[in-house]
């Protein structure tokens, strides 16, 4: 059995995949899509968006979703890259989750940016930590980038949730038993107490240590590479608060680019509010059609067009049928 413990590492060695402020956000909107309780999320509601150039109102649907499956545990996120430490509670979960998390982000991307191709040049990499009292180091490297010299160079990394100044449901820092939250590292222009001799032997033996740890971790493992495109590139606004995580715009901006992305990956779902056991499909979009099928209440079929109060539909044999907007909704389906 493969270890529940698992790293995640993903970049590209030109360029970035985060331009500005709202590519971030949108990538961290995605993870809140993936690991909440479905019945939560904000995008939950009807929206309206456009299909082949018409206006509906209906329902984004996430067919994959991997609340329980996965937790994350800390994150990081540069301009070129993201690091994700997960605890995978269901085995195989994590390639899944992975594949739907770079796919959807790089639809999103090349949408806004009017690209085409691949946006990740390499596999996404992985190290399965089997030894526990490990993991905190390894979320310790994650947020190292945070923090330079007491100023943050890095808001996007999970280290607000391990210091307690910032809650968010779908990062749980305390899954594993041998993560701790980090001390946060001195601030700038804050007065400096004298050492005591005790203190600073301390001190110095704790820094031959951890130098000769970092070598021998530098040697023998690929857990961070070194990227070639630097934060400087495309600089991080400052941190944000859990309320200024996913504004508005943000959400809309998601929400038209996704629909037009995928606008081929729209269904009608039954939705049967007067007790019937299922609805009447038509030939046509009138009652008084040829009767060509039922439908029960939660079945889902593909959606072709709109007509007359009609919703048409594609059948499992290929043919087609309408069904009544009285007994159907309109979804959406994101990645």
Known sequence: MSAPYIHISRFVTHGAIYSDQQDYQIFLSFLEDYLSDIKNLKNAAKKTFTIRGRTFSGTPHLPQNFFNQIELLAYRLEANRFDLLIKQNTPGAYKKFVRALSTRYALYFNKKYNRKGALFNHSYEIQQIKDASSLSSLAHDLHMSTY?????????????EYLGQRETPWVKPLAAPALEPAPLPAQAGLPKSKPRVAELFFATIVLILFSSYSVVKIESSRLIPQATTTLAEAPPPEVLGEEDRMPEEIQEVKEVVEAEVE??????????SDGSPFVNMREEPTIYSLKVGEASEGERFEFISESLGWNQVKLADGSTGYISGKYSEIEYELY
């Not at 606008?263 to 049967?272: A, G, H, L, P, S």
């Open 148 to 160: 330079k010299d007491g100023k943050k160079l890095n808001p996007y990394s999970s280290y607000p």
């Open 263 to 272: 606008e081929e990956k729209v269904f009608i779902v039954v939705k049967i």
